[in-house]
């Protein structure tokens, strides 16, 4: 009985949290109480008044230091001025000068971050208590300028010739974008920019042209001559004075020396068995088989003529491709890879300085080649069935290609016609047509 009475007369712990939760329920009642009062703010009516018609004055331009530079703390204030492109009056250019020898503060509404896309407008509201009214104006060119420090070295905003102008020049985008692919562009993407910044610099530079060894003429004196007063023509490098088809183009300025250590891949895939996922065209895998009957100098030969062919075959669907802007998936495109060595004395001889593509001039020269080089491969006795595929081109659209180089179609026993060349060359004669007189 007497445990009994004890634990009854002691208080339970439930009570004593009871007690306690209700002080600190009151307590924090009056401190919501407390701030509640305290932060009502004490309405206050205003009339807001929207200029966004746009009277006579102008827009108000708003910028900001992302530098932390205060200009509310400076001895002396610093000075603005604004520039609005004559042609462009949506495009300004805030420049604040600080004072003394500081750096100027530059904010364009056409570049940098307010070239970003914007989804939003923006205006200025300017709260008079005074009079109780909210005054709301849209801002310049609806853009809040970034003002970025310029110091001397970088040629102040107001000091250049081009404060006016509209963007960047052609040479500064190309700038910003090889450094957006060395920043942020794949691999392959930073390897082809530094061929193709290489390539640029060899163009410029005529010392460039004199690695190429392009053979020694045999070309005589006469014939020298007489090629002199002809007019010039767009084909490989040739001998009129020539008494054999063989000697009529010269081979060794057509494929240089230079480059036939790099054209004799197609000798180890054939022999490897991996010439037919390698993508050659028609014209070379029907072709290819003679390697095998041939042995030393003339297996090479044979090796520099078909890889030579193959190149220029893929020089030229690329540049068609990117004439129509779409990647075509044909053996030309996707065949083997272009050497180096050979891919950079392509570009010189058919590209030319200041362009990506290939001009119409440069065009039928590259088809020339091809052709001139399939004479060499089928013993100057061709069939135009296989390279009319690879070209995408009919016979009557190669005709012409074939009439200027001074072949011959030749036609023996219900056999499809080739094409020979005779020697000397004889070029076709320029005909004029008459004009018909009117009666």
Partial sequence: ???????????????SSSKKKKKHSKKRRAIEETVGASSDPAPVDVTVDASFAGAGAPAP?????????DPLAAEEPPSARLFRHEKHHNRVELVVSAPGKGPDFVGRSYAGEAAAPQLCGYALGVLDKASGTLKIVPIASNKILRLEPHFEVQQPAHSQQSALEAGSSKADTEFDRRELTLAF???????????????????????????????????????TDSQASMNVRNIPPYNPAADTSEKAYLFDEIIPKNIRMHLLDIVGHFKSGEFASKGYGSFVSNRVN?????????????AWILSYI?????????????KHKRKENDQATRGPMIPEAVHRMLLLMFIEPGSSALSSEKQE???????????????FRSETKDICADLKMTHGMLKPYYDQLGCKSVTVSFKPSVMTLPAPIKFPSEVTKRRRQRR
């Fill in 1 to 15: 009985m007497a445990s009994h009475q004890t634990l009854g007369a002691s208080p339970g712990p439930s009570s």
């Fill in 61 to 69: 331009v708003v910028g900001y230091f992302p530098t932390g530079y």
């Fill in 185 to 223: 562009g794949t691999k392959n993407d930073r390897a082809k920019d530094e061929r193709w910044r290489s390539l640029k610099e060899q163009r410029e530079d005529p010392s460039a042209y004199q690695d190429l060894d392009l053979g020694e003429s045999r070309i005589t004196s006469d014939a």
């Fill in 290 to 302: 003679k390697l095998n009957e041939l042995q030393g100098e003339d297996q090479q030969r044979l």
């Fill in 310 to 322: 193959t190149h220029l075959l893929t020089l030229l669907a690329r540049n068609n491709s990117s």
């Fill in 365 to 379: 020269l590259l088809i020339n080649y091809i052709l001139v080089l399939t004479l060499f491969a089928d013993d």
